[in-house]
């Protein structure tokens, strides 16, 4: 069970009046660290557990990577480019950890992401939504608008660049995600990036299985794993 706040920040949605259900308040509001992205996610959904605990059957952790750690993402903010692309990659020596790197030299000349999360709202029969805090786009954004626009498609893309994902139950991603923050540790001991001002996530069944949830080998029992075009079609309502 999350441990919760006594004095919720009111819930204020970025599209309010637009069918968006009012889950989270501003992403400035936020408990959210640079370059954690699965932390800032766990966070997420620890605040709709605590404040708005019947919409959190509706909430996925959605986990975004590939077998080659390298996913192209646009409309971050992080991009430098017009179009936002970004492609973080954890550098082979560990020294420099997400480093921006020049690839799809043809399509992009840009960079991508070693994996990527975000929060998914989809209630049956209603549009879902996702809650980015790392894109331009607003807080929250309606899913079809999110995945034209962040992953476009994967046709334009060499396959071993195509993006998987792991959708994840919020409550099961509550219950069990756990990091020790490991991998943001450079062989000396420093940090690559400061980490969150608060302690270690870890559960009840592991102090750190980050990996399992990253990986988008199907046979490891989280959730589900879905290509861009399953993605779209389970989740897409029209």
Request: charged fraction near 25%; glycine fraction near 2%.
């Amino acid at each position: 069970m999350a441990a919760c706040e006594s004095n919720p920040t009111s819930f204020i949605s970025a599209q309010r009046g637009k069918g968006v259900p009012e889950l989270l308040p501003l992403a400035s509001e936020c408990v959210a660290t640079p370059y954690y992205c699965e932390e800032n996610v766990w966070k997420l959904c620890e605040y709709v557990e605590c404040h708005r605990r019947e919409t959190l059957p509706n909430c996925f952790a959605v986990f975004i990577s590939n077998d080659k750690r390298a996913v192209p993402l646009w409309r971050q903010k992080a991009g430098r480019s017009e179009d936002k692309l970004v492609i973080w990659r954890v550098s082979p020596n560990r020294e420099g950890s997400r480093t921006i790197v020049p690839v799809f030299r043809e399509v992009m000349k840009k960079s991508p992401e070693d994996y990527h999360a975000v929060v998914m709202y989809s209630e049956p029969g209603s549009k879902a939504v996702v809650y980015d805090l790392d894109s331009e786009l607003p807080f929250p954004t309606f899913f079809h608008k999110y995945v034209t626009e962040t992953f476009r498609t994967d046709e334009v893309l060499k396959p071993e660049y195509h993006r998987y994902f792991r959708v994840v139950p919020a409550e099961q991603f509550l219950r069990i995600f756990a990091s020790d923050r490991s991998h943001m540790l450079k062989e000396d001991g420093s940090w690559l990036k400061p980490p969150p001002n608060y302690p270690p996530i870890v559960s009840q069944v592991s102090q750190n299985n980050l990996e399992n949830f990253i990986s988008m080998n199907p046979n490891v029992d989280l959730g589900h794993v879905y290509t861009l075009k399953q993605l779209v079609a389970q989740f897409h309502v029209t």
